[in-house]
C-alpha cells in the first residue's frame, strides 16, 4: 500500500519544478525584450505590394462587371435590331429563301453596322445591294424582286410599266446584254432614255449599240421587261434608249370568292389576357394580364381568297382586338383534302366590314403558284383583299 505523504510530495516537487521553469522563462523573456510589453494579438499591416495587389483586384472586379454588362447589353441590341430587321422584311412579304438571304446577310456585318441598318433605309439599302453583288452567280431577276420587295415605293407598287415615265429615279433594276446581267440604279430619265448607274458597268464588259434590256419588277403586279439598245458607256454608268415595247412578266395578283375552312393558331407562343379564357373577350390585352397559356386556336371561313391572303370570320366568339394583338399566326388552309396549305402570316382587320384579313408571310413558292391557278380555274379578278 502506498503511503499518501509520499505521492503529495512527488505532486509539489512537480509543481515547484514547473513553476521554476515558468519563472525562467519569464526572465529570459524580459532579458530580450528589456522589460517592454508587447500586445499579444496584432492587426495584420498592409505592405504597399499587398496594397497594389487590392487595388488591381478590385479594378479587375469592377472591369469584367463592366465587360459583362456591354457584352449583354450588345447581345439585346443586336436581337432588337435583327427583330426590327425581320418586322421590316415580314411586312413586305418576303419569303423563306429570301428571308434566309437576309440573315445572311445581316451575320455578315459588324455590330455597328447592324445598329446602322434600323436607323437609316438607305444604308441598309446600299449595304445590301453591295453584298448581293459580292456575291457569286450573278444578278438574277430573283435579286431584283427581292430588292424592289423591300425599298420600292408603296406608290409605285401597283404601278404598271408602259414606257419610260413610268420608272422612278432611285428604281434598283437589272440590266442584261448578251445574257450577262448587272446589278443597276435608275439615276435619269431623258425621254425614251434612261440613265443607269452600276458598280459593275465597264465598256469592256458593256457594248454600244448593242440589244440590250432591263427587267424591274412591281410587288403588286409582276415584273416587266424594257427592249432597246446600249446608247453610250461609261466607268460605272451607260444610256439605254428604249425601242418602246414592254414585256409582261408575271401575273397580277387575283382573287375569288370562296368559302374554305381556314385554322389559326398562335405563333410562336400565345400571350393573351387571362379574359379570353372566360371568354370576356371585351378589352384589349394589357401587359398587366399577359399570361403563357394554352395554344390559342382559331376556327373561321373565308370569304375570299387570293394567292398572297384570304379574308375571312371567325366561327366562335371572340374580340377583334384579342385577334389582332397576336402579332403571328400559323395558319393552315385546305383548299382539298389534298392540297393544304401552312404559313405564318399576320392578321388585320378589313376596312369594309368585319372580316379579317390574314396576309401570307412565308408561304412557299409552290403553294402560292398552285393557289394563284386555283384561283385562275375558279374566274379569279384581280385581287382587293383590303
Known amino acids: 500500500m502506498i503511503d499518501n505523504s509520499i505521492i503529495q510530495e512527488e505532486f509539489l516537487i512537480r509543481g515547484l519544478f514547473r513553476m521554476k521553469s515558468t519563472v525562467l522563462y519569464v526572465l529570459f523573456f524580459f532579458a530580450q525584450t528589456g522589460g517592454e510589453r508587447r500586445p499579444i494579438m496584432v492587426w495584420p499591416s498592409t505592405s504597399t505590394g499587398s496594397f497594389f495587389f487590392s487595388f488591381f483586384l478590385v479594378i479587375l472586379i469592377v472591369v469584367s462587371i463592366v465587360v459583362i454588362m456591354l457584352f449583354l447589353s450588345k447581345r439585346v441590341q443586336k436581337r432588337k435590331s435583327w427583330e426590327s430587321i425581320y418586322q421590316f422584311a415580314s411586312t413586305h412579304h418576303l419569303n423563306n429563301e429570301e428571308l434566309l438571304v437576309l440573315r445572311v446577310f445581316y451575320d455578315s456585318l459588324l455590330f455597328p453596322q447592324q445598329i446602322d441598318l434600323t436607323k437609316n433605309k438607305k444604308v441598309f439599302k446600299n449595304a445590301l445591294i453591295d453584298y448581293l453583288q459580292q456575291k457569286k452567280g ?50 435619269e430619265k431623258r425621254g425614251d432614255e434612261i440613265l443607269l448607274s452600276g458598280k459593275k458597268i465597264t465598256s469592256n464588259k458593256i457594248k454600244i449599240n448593242k440589244p440590250s434590256k432591263i427587267y424591274v419588277f412591281r410587288p403588286e403586279i409582276g ?45 410562336p407562343e400565345p400571350y393573351y389576357a387571362d ?73 388585320v382587320r378589313s376596312l369594309k366590314d368585319n372580316s379579317l384579313l390574314f396576309k401570307f408571310i412565308d408561304i412557299k413558292d409552290n403553294d402560292r403558284e398552285e393557289l394563284y391557278e386555283f384561283i385562275k380555274e375558279f374566274g379569279g379578278v384581280r385581287e382587293e383583299l383590303i
Not at 139 to 166: A, H, Q, W
Not at 238 to 243: E, G, M, P
Request: overall charge negative.
Open 138 to 187: 450573278g444578278i438574277s431577276k430573283e435579286v431584283i424582286i427581292f430588292l424592289d420587295k423591300l425599298f420600292i415605293p408603296s406608290s409605285i407598287s401597283n404601278r404598271k410599266v408602259e414606257e419610260v415615265n413610268d420608272l422612278y429615279i432611285g428604281e434598283i433594276c437589272s440590266f442584261e446584254q448578251e445574257g450577262e446581267p448587272f446589278l443597276c440604279t435608275v439615276m
Open 223 to 267: 415584273g416587266f421587261l424594257l427592249e432597246g439598245i446600249t446608247k453610250e458607256v461609261r466607268e460605272s454608268s451607260l444610256t439605254f434608249k428604249f425601242f418602246g415595247e414592254t414585256e409582261f412578266k408575271g401575273h397580277e395578283h387575283l382573287m375569288i370568292s370562296y368559302k374554305l375552312k381556314i385554322l389559326l393558331t398562335a405563333w
Open 275 to 347: 379574359d379570353i379564357l372566360n371568354k370576356k373577350n371585351t378589352k384589349p390585352i394589357s401587359e398587366s394580364k399577359k399570361t403563357t397559356v394554352e395554344p390559342f386556336i382559331l376556327e373561321g371561313t373565308t370569304s375570299k381568297v387570293a394567292d398572297r391572303g384570304v379574308l375571312f370570320v371567325v366561327s366562335e366568339d371572340a374580340s377583334q382586338d384579342v385577334i389582332t394583338n397576336q402579332k403571328l399566326w400559323e395558319a393552315e388552309l385546305t383548299i382539298n383534302p389534298n392540297f393544304v396549305i401552312r404559313c405564318k402570316g399576320k392578321v
